[in-house]
């Protein structure tokens, strides 16, 4: 039996893409989950144009998760390929995942068919009891979190949403989750070298959009489908931009104040898209010289909206003995403590008080 992977079939997980029987999956931990009972199963998979030649930074990674554990860890070199998952004489009952582990600008990856015997049979997964977004950079995207060698250069074999605090901390609030992330973007700029700022890596324009890849679907990019707000309705919003930033930024009062009054912008974007979501930025894992920049971009704009379901977390920095990956990016214990602390704060807001803005310790 051969099954479609789509909503009938399957819960599909972060924004995901249909198109031609294919599912398309970009953001990191984009994918399906289903409960599957079959002698045999197998996912059958489609490669993106970067298998084809065009110039990504990475073939898409992905994962299969049977009970919750890893079975199967590949990245899409080719055209297709099929995946095994299971061969049993009786009939196995099991919850299965498909999980995107590399971020969506590198590389886009496409669930083409998931197959059993002529008598299995799949249905999608349950809802889990809670939704969070969360939107942000590398840090979200778990960049090189699987070589803890800080001066490696990235490579997406190294990626692994799971890895991460957002990830985690979904897990730790028993949360749906849908992801919105590019490696070295920012608010006011990307990430630079040079002190020139970076307009090209400006990741608010991207919101509205299922993904956005380096890399081609057929003839077509993924950035060129708007994302249906509506299929996908978050309790809780995590923002956690301001670190690329900070490369342009330093501690220039001015500039810091420009990326405020953007900051500021993009919450209002994000409320209207979102109108029942409670709202937490948070920065400060890779340095926190932004931490008052989004603190007060929060407090401006709850003053002038007196939207008071809006806050901000500031993080503390990563310590020396939980080490560093490629890049000088976090760990995963660094990640674990970062999603305990997110996941603290969302478990005690009360969306209708006025606090202010908080700060966490380790």
Not at 281 to 286: L, S
């Amino acid at each position: 039996m051969k099954f479609r992977a789509d909503q009938n079939n399957c819960k599909l997980i972060g924004r995901t893409l249909s198109q031609n029987d294919i599912l398309w999956c970009g953001p990191s931990g984009s994918g399906i989950a289903f409960r599957a009972e079959a002698k045999r199963l197998a996912i059958r998979l489609a490669g993106d144009g970067n298998v084809d030649g065009d110039n990504t930074e990475g073939p898409a990674r992905i994962g299969v998760f049977v009970n919750g554990e890893r079975v199967a860890d590949m990245v899409m070199t080719k055209p297709d390929c099929r995946i095994l998952v299971w061969e049993e004489e009786a009939v196995r009952t099991a919850d299965v995942e498909v999980l995107k582990l590399s971020e969506c600008a590198m590389s886009v990856i496409g669930i083409a068919a998931i197959e059993t015997e002529e008598s299995g049979r799949i249905v999608p997964q349950e809802p889990r009891p809670h939704r969070i977004e969360f939107i942000g950079d590398s840090i979200t995207c778990g960049f090189g979190v699987d070589l803890e060698k800080p001066d490696t250069e990235f490579d997406t074999r190294t990626e692994d949403f799971t890895k991460t605090y957002a990830y985690k901390t979904a897990r730790l609030l028993d949360a749906d989750y849908s992801v919105v992330a590019y490696s070295g973007y920012g608010v006011l700029s990307g990430f630079t070298d040079n002190g020139t700022r970076n307009t090209l890596g400006i990741l608010p324009p991207l919101y509205d959009k299922t993904g956005f890849s380096y890399s081609q679907i057929g003839d077509k990019r993924l950035e060129e489908a708007e994302w249906e707000f509506d299929r996908f309705r978050p309790q809780a919003i995590v923002i956690n931009l301001g670190t690329n930033d900070a490369s342009y930024c330093g501690m220039d009062e001015e500039k810091q104040k420009e990326f405020q009054k953007l900051y500021a912008e993009f919450l209002r974007h994000v409320r209207i898209k979102n109108p029942d979501s409670c709202i937490l930025g948070v920065v400060g894992t890779m340095g926190t010289g932004m931490c008052r920049a989004v603190a007060e971009a929060v407090e401006q704009y709850r003053a002038e909206t007196g939207d008071l379901r809006v806050d901000a977390l500031a993080l503390p920095e990563q310590l020396p003995e939980d080490g560093l990956v490629t890049g000088n990016h976090p760990t995963e214990r660094t990640h674990e403590k970062v999603a305990r602390l997110i996941a603290g704060r969302l478990k005690t807001w009360q969306p209708e008080e006025r606090s202010g803005c908080t700060r966490a310790a380790v």
